[in-house]
């Protein structure tokens, strides 16, 4: 019997396959190779119709399958419809392994399903290997990104959850049409007790703007306050990029918790970090450390962030900030000019 | 309404030590709440000042020493204390862990309106063992809660903090609840709730008491095991200083992917 790798591809409220999906789909390809040339699949759960819809979106993800759940009561989450028709699916499935977003709703999930099926789960891992049993080595930092650990899994389905931005979608286009196997979950003997009364959207120029910046401004208590974090604003608008605060900064205030970046913020890796008065704290690097180039302006030359910065300028982000504001960036391919 | 506040005793991340062996260094290392179970009980707290008949119990599974943690959760206007330790607890995964103190409440509090769990416990971080309970006693949960808005006809309203915005959602008891953080201050004990604390006692309940066997608690009852445990790699970067803004400029401009030269 062919094994089988189940990725949850979660629908998010505005009816997206959410990215961290494409990361997980592609890093399991490398997991299928290592696994007897394991098929990986999707699960599905969505409104009746959205399947056949997806089927474009799922084309470059590489998968074989999708085994849909489609329910009109499954038009917004709920832990109640989504852990049943999840695991009624995975049991009928037997996947070798199931793993699922570390998002909101991920992490909402995947430890209900977990414990319905008398399995294990293992949570926000950074690293995924098949060993030389065949087992999923599911490697995740603790004690606030300080150890790491690698954690096997007795059960079946091994699983585990991975934050977005961990592992990158596929390059090329992987395109394989997939085949959608549709299943049926009753779902009319579910009491649903919990009842979605409000929803307010954040902005959209606030969300996601961190997840998918190519360059990042972040500040932290060093920024001291809200006219320190202005300044940074001004400066991050002027380079295109978003901004990021440590929890340090968030707690004064000056920034609100989905700027946060770190172990409890976000995970984000882009191809610039400039980090502004912040100490580098493990808690904080831990989000931020696989950026592609790292730079550091701090007053204490010895902080650690500069540990893992690429370029450091020790000093005072109240002087170096105005200073370099004076310098416009053109376009791509100008370099900075000092304005007059 | 009887509430149940889930509470764990984690090292104080902020300050590990290395062994030379870049094992953790155990000795000494300071045992703390878990800053949001500390959210967790404010909860509570907050709900038995604002409506009547509340009872509160904290629970946790541990070593005997959780007992002095939980000794100050009645001092803080706690009704009682429950302490879950036995050898053969030890080494639990989230599962194991969820099943333990699921059963534990089964058996010994089978009359909950509520329980509280913080959303995150800072060692292992892992947010599973709330739904595990959860799981386990077949009720409801509501996970990243921001705000206890109200509790009234057996109904609790909250106010959930996701990534793509806020939620009020309304869930019927009996439930379970994560919470994420709240505004405000923590409460400090009573000169009359320390006396209290002091000549009460902690109930403590080990694994036959609550009916589990061996093979289902602890390491034996965890399906995932750690195979290996190791420190991270420091990033293998030197940091290049500048001297000036100008210099730090023109490096903004390469890593940006501008111009290579
Ligand atoms: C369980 C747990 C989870 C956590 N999760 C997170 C998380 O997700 N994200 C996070 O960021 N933190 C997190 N933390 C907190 C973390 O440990 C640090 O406390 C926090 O990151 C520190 O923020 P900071 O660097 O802004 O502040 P500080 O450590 O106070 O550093 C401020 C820095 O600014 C510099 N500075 C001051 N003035 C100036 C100036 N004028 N010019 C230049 N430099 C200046 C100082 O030299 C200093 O290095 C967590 C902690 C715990 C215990
Ligand atoms: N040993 C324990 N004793 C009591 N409560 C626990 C224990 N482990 C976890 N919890 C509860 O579950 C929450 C989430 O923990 P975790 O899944 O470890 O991140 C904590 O905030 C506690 O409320």
């Known amino acids: ?77 709920s832990t109640e419809y989504f852990t049943k028709a999840a695991v009624e699916i995975a049991k009928e499935v037997q996947p070798e392994i199931l793993l699922l977003g570390a998002t909101n709703q991920g992490r909402d999930l995947a430890p209900r399903i977990s414990t319905a099926l008398h399995t294990g789960l293992t949570a926000d891992c950074t690293g995924l290997d098949i060993n030389e049993k065949g087992q999923l080595a599911a490697t995740r930092p603790t004690f606030g990104g300080q150890l790491m650990a690698t954690i096997l899994c007795k059960n079946l389905p091994q699983m585990a959850t991975v934050r977005p931005k961990v592992f990158k979608p596929a390059e090329k286009d992987n395109i394989k049409p997939a085949d959608i196997i549709y299943k049926t979950v009753n779902l009319d003997e579910i009491e649903k007790k919990v009842e979605l009364l409000e929803f307010h959207k954040k902005l959209t120029t606030e969300i996601n703007e961190l997840d998918s910046a190519e360059i990042i401004v972040a500040g932290g208590r060093g920024m001291k306050n809200a006219d320190g974090f202005k300044l940074l604003k001004e400066f991050a608008d002027k380079i295109g990029a978003a901004v990021g605060a440590s929890r340090a900064a968030v707690e004064m205030g000056l920034a609100s918790h989905d700027m946060q970046v770190g172990q409890t913020g976000k995970t984000v890796t882009p191809k610039l970090y400039i980090a502004c008065g912040i100490s580098g704290a493990i808690q904080h690097t831990i989000g931020m450390d696989k950026s592609e180039k790292i730079i550091a302006i701090n007053k204490d030359e010895k902080a650690p962030i500069f540990e893992i910065a690429d370029f450091g300028l020790a000093g005072d982000v109240f002087e170096i900030l105005p200073e370099l504001l004076k310098y416009k960036a053109l376009t791509e391919d100008a370099s900075w000019k000092k304005l007059p | 309404m009887k509430i149940v506040v889930c509470i764990k005793q984690v090292p104080d991340t902020s300050d590990i030590k290395w062994t030379e062996n870049n094992t953790i260094q155990r000795e000494g290392l300071e045992s703390v709440m878990n800053p949001y179970d500390v959210y967790a009980l404010e909860a509570a ?63 010994k509090l089978p009359d909950f309106d509520l329980i509280i769990c913080g959303q995150f416990a800072i060692d292992g971080d892992t947010a599973q063992t709330g739904p595990s309970i959860a799981n386990t006693l077949n009720i409801p949960q509501v996970t990243y809660i921001q705000e206890i808005i109200s509790s009234e006809n057996g109904e609790l309203k909250v106010r959930r903090e996701l990534d793509d915005g806020t939620e009020i959602v309304k869930v019927k008891l009996p439930a379970l609840i994560c919470m994420l953080q709240d505004y405000f201050e923590p409460a400090r004990a009573r000169i009359n709730g320390i006396i209290k604390a002091q000549n009460s006692e902690i109930t403590t309940y080990g694994l036959d008491d609550i009916g589990l066997l061996p093979e289902e608690a602890g390491l034996r009852g965890s399906p995932t095991y750690v195979s290996k445990a190791f420190r991270p790699e420091p990033k293998n970067t030197e940091c290049v200083f500048v001297n000036s803004a100008e210099e730090l400029a023109e490096k903004i401009q390469i890593c940006k992917g501008g111009k290579n030269d």
Do not use: W
């Open chain 1, 1 to 77: 019997m062919t094994k089988e790798i189940l990725i949850y591809a979660e629908v998010t409220r505005d009816n997206y396959i959410h990215t961290v999906f494409f990361e997980l789909a592609n890093k399991a390809q490398e997991l299928a190779e290592k696994l007897d040339e394991a098929e990986v699949n999707a699960l599905l759960i969505s409104p009746k119709g959205l399947a056949a819809d997806y089927r474009e979106a799922f084309k470059n993800s590489g998968i074989s399958k999708i085994y849909v759940c489609e329910d009109d009561r499954l038009k917004t989450y």
């Open chain 2, 45 to 107: 707290l907050k709900l038995k000042k604002s409506y009547d008949n509340i009872e509160i119990t904290t629970l946790s599974m541990g070593p005997l020493q959780a007992g002095d943690m939980l000794k100050k959760t009645l001092a803080l206007g706690v009704d009682n204390a429950i302490l879950l330790s036995d050898r053969k607890f030890a080494a639990a995964d989230t599962y194991a862990t969820g099943k333990t103190i699921g059963t534990a409440i089964k058996q």
